[in-house]
């Protein structure tokens, strides 16, 4: 299961403190409720490209002794299963979708194109789950349509604590889960076989 480290420096700063344990170590499973501070249980890696940045970061994971299952450490300012960082999404969705930019132009360039389109149509199906969800934590803007709107309200909460926002609370992707995973970003099929008959 990930859960998101509560980090909001730069890539280089969270690699550089990511070599002690004990910052961020959960103090309990968010999985089981078991009560006791979890092990440190190594890292694994993925790949990251940000406006400064491409290449591999380490995420921490944490065991649980209770139910024998890990919890990773995922930085805020990248989303689940994708490569991009935040940052460099909304930046993409700001300038194609608000200024009106061609997606060669909007694209960034580490990114081909065809990664944009795979964003917005993303995106666009997430539309109206995410203007409902943020209407919680900011404002709802008169926008022509819940594209327009959702990207208002997530420049006017911050794209960071948007996602905090979603992920941590209400698991919530901000580009959707991918299939498989919905709705909160964990296996179905696991935990069905789990839960009891
Ligand atoms: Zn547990």
Known sequence: MQILHPFAGSVQQYNEQLSNPNAHRPGHCPQCQTKHPLSAHGFYTRTLI????????????????????????????????????????????????????TLATAAPPSAPYQRGQFWIRRFRAQTQTLCAALAALTHPTPAPDFTHRALAMLESAGWIAAHRFLFAGLRCHLLGWPRGLAPDGRRAALSSVAAPA
Request: glycine letters at 4%.
């Open 50 to 101: 940000d406006t400064a940045f491409d290449g591999v970061i380490r995420v921490r994971r944490y065991l649980c002794h209770a139910c024998r299952r890990t919890v990773s450490l995922l930085p805020e300012f990248v989303l689940p299963y994708l490569r991009s960082s935040l940052a460099l999404i909304a930046l993409f969705l700001i300038a194609r979708l608000l200024r009106g930019q």
